[in-house]
């Protein structure tokens, strides 16, 4: 069973800045594409950003200039790192891993951005 394990949504004020973790298997890990979706109410599920290689990130056009994303493979850990936080951020945040082509998807972590 595949398990990605999300952590560090918070409640923050608008201009603010938050990490978000996300951790697997080094099997899954080491083979994923990995990435970040999003999903407001009432809204579809998008694509935040994803991790292909050092060399090819990609990123919606909301949050370019905004977010990062980064592997950590000793420690199995994708982080999406979010600054100048705006309300329309507001979201459930889910990890993704692209692996042996199917999808995985995280239980999802909550980021409020408060006006």
């Known amino acids: 069973q595949v398990q990605l394990v999300e952590s560090g949504g918070a409640l923050v004020q608008a201009g603010g800045s938050l990490r978000l973790s996300c951790t697997t298997s080094?099997?899954?890990?080491?083979?994923?594409?990995m990435g970040w979706y999003r999903q407001a109410p009432g809204r579809e599920r998008e694509l935040v950003a994803s991790?292909?290689?050092?060399?090819?990130?990609n990123y919606a056009d909301s949050v370019k200039g905004r977010a990062t994303i980064s592997r950590d493979n000793a420690k199995n850990t994708v982080y999406l790192e979010m600054h100048s936080l705006k309300p329309e951020d507001t979201a459930v945040y889910y990890c993704?891993?692209?692996?042996?082509?199917?999808?995985?998807w995280g239980q999802g972590t909550q980021v409020t951005v408060s006006s």
């Open positions: 993704n891993a692209w692996y042996n082509r199917l999808n995985y």
């Open positions: 991790f292909v290689n050092s060399m090819n990130t």
């Open positions: 080094r099997i899954i890990f080491s083979g994923s594409v």
